[in-house]
């Protein structure tokens, strides 16, 4: 055993820091009783207890099929639990999202007060978190009738699962991708290219940008917003316990059902109050009152090539301080240019400068186009003067010819900050080498920053840190540490490359013109 030198006397609890016994037996009572239950006696839900749930819903929809997609269902049920704990944690009320077990029998609801406690929480949650909760897919009516009894049951499936664990102390920033890749179906992810950015791109990505309280942030191709939610924890991250409304934080995708995942998503790290919209980002644009300029209506009829109204200066475009975003690209997702988007496609000098002129002169115009390319503009031209974006974008629009007439173009205009390779497995399923642009887009008075030769940050990232796994149907993003040398034993260190670049990065600012120092708030970089 050893003598009294091994005992740990001086990392003992001070006495003052040390629980009355009121505040042990109220925890104790809490921890017991469903209905006493608080916040403060929840444990975190980790990432593997997160899995494990969702393997365990998956067998509970495989049995009790539920009429609306069972992702849809998830997002509006973990909604009203990520309310019923922040209201818990700043209102010290005893927490509604459970189920005691006198409640149900035999897979059944025994008593309503479930009902009537469920029905209550949607009410109340619905008064902040309005764009998940406005139009829910579950509901109860005036008689607390459920609008599905299977959706009923797949509700108390996972509050059970859930009731004694917490979402809000966990510090896990993967849980909306997890949901995505087990229950977003094969086919609309394939079909649709939802290979959603991993969270250390996401994060690497941000702090590279380095928004700051105030600047309007958007992703138009945004997916379930974790760059404007990891762009919100990032720049409040200095913040008191509840930060403010994240109502400068913009997302755009073309799948609506994407953007209630976005809200929770958004819910989760801070704030369910971004702007979301239903649109896509190529044929429609927001104007500068937020409203949305419809398909066929922004064409060249109406706009010029630096994309401003011909007539009316209150249908303008909304531009943003700060633009991040992975959009759809490759040859495979091309787009094809038709007589119906014509218009449209003509306002893209991306696209009119994609092919040189012919023998006589005369321009040429391709029959499709690399949609990355045609975000790279949109992602350009959608940044304020005095604006810096992040994009990922194939290696190939980055490196080969087929697109120098494409760098050329984009050269003349933004000062290029960083550029950094990803390798082929960081997407997963896609297998697609990447390479990041980070772009300043200098003012009229700074178009001394284009003139001269100037140092570019370039950086090739080969560890990433995790690897994408699938295990009983669940995908999972599987940490991957780093080996010591001399025990071959794993370390608590992850193996990856991120760390170091942005520590380099931060040096290479220090050497830039005051211009891109400002730009970038160096003295706020962490």
């Known amino acids: 055993m050893g003598g009294i030198e091994n005992l740990n006397f001086d990392k003992r609890d001070l006495l003052i820091d040390l629980p009355s016994f009121d505040d042990f037996k109220q925890n104790n009572e809490s921890i017991a009783n469903l209905e006493k239950l608080t916040i403060d006696a929840l444990e975190a839900i980790d990432e593997t207890n997160f899995e494990d749930f969702m393997q365990e819903l998956k067998r509970d929809a495989d049995r009790i099929k539920p009429k609306h997609s069972e992702r849809d269902l998830i997002v509006e049920f973990l909604t009203l639990k990520v309310f019923d704990e922040k209201r818990s944690k700043k209102e010290k009320k005893n927490l509604q999202f459970y189920i005691k077990p006198s409640e149900l029998k035999s897979d059944k609801l025994a008593e309503n007060s479930f009902r009537e406690r469920i029905k209550t929480l949607y009410a109340d949650a619905k008064k902040e978190y309005a764009k998940v909760l406005s139009k829910p897919y579950f509901s109860y009516d005036k008689n607390l009738r459920p609008s599905d009894a299977n959706e009923e049951r797949f509700l108390i499936a996972l509050v059970a699962n859930f009731q004694r664990r917490a979402i809000l102390k966990s510090k896990n920033e993967s849980f909306n991708q997890i949901i995505f890749n087990n229950f977003g179906t094969e086919k609309q992810k394939a079909d649709k290219g939802q290979f959603f950015t991993p969270i250390p791109v996401v994060k690497t990505i941000i702090s590279m940008l380095n ?35 994240a109502s400068h934080y913009y997302g755009f995708d073309l799948e609506g059902n994407n953007l209630k995942l976005a809200e929770l998503n958004l819910v989760l790290n801070g704030d369910g109050g971004a702007t979301l919209r ?99 503009e949109n992602t350009y031209k959608l940044t304020e003067e005095g604006g810096r974006f992040g994009i990922v974008l194939s290696n190939s629009i980055a490196s080969i010819k087929e697109w120098e007439n494409i760098r050329a173009w984009l050269l003349e205009r933004v000062r290029i900050v960083a550029l950094f390779d990803l390798p082929a497995n960081t997407f997963g399923e896609t297998g697609v080498a990447t390479t990041v642009i980070i772009a300043y887009k200098p003012k009229e008075s700074e178009k001394k920053l284009l003139d001269d030769d100037y140092e570019v940050f370039i950086n090739e990232i080969e560890n990433i840190g995790y690897e994408v796994k699938t295990v009983k149907r669940t995908v999972t993003f599987k940490p991957q540490f780093l080996i010591n040398e001399e025990t071959f034993e794993h370390t608590s260190q992850l193996d990856e490359d991120f760390t170091e670049m942005i520590g380099e990065y931060k040096k290479f600012l220090q050497r830039q013109e005051e211009e891109i120092k400002e730009a970038f708030y160096l003295k706020d970089f962490d």
């Open 278 to 376: 239903q649109m896509d980002s190529l044929f429609q644009k927001m104007l500068i009152d937020n409203s949305i300029c419809g398909y066929g209506k922004f064409n060249t009829k109406s706009y010029d090539v630096n994309w401003s109204h011909k007539d009316d200066t209150q249908k303008d475009l909304k531009q943003f301080k700060v633009i991040a975003t992975n959009p759809p690209f490759g040859k495979g997702r091309d787009l094809a240019v038709t007589s119906d988007n014509l218009s449209t496609i003509n306002l893209y000098e991306t696209y009119r400068k994609k092919l040189d002129p012919d023998k006589k002169g005369n321009e040429r115009f391709p029959s499709s186009m690399d949609m990355g390319a045609l975000f790279l």
């Open 211 to 245: 928004p700051v309280k105030g600047e309007e942030v958007c992703d138009p191709c945004c997916g379930i917003a974790d760059f404007p939610a990891m762009a919100f924890r990032h720049s409040h991250r200095k913040d008191e316990e509840y930060p403010p409304s």
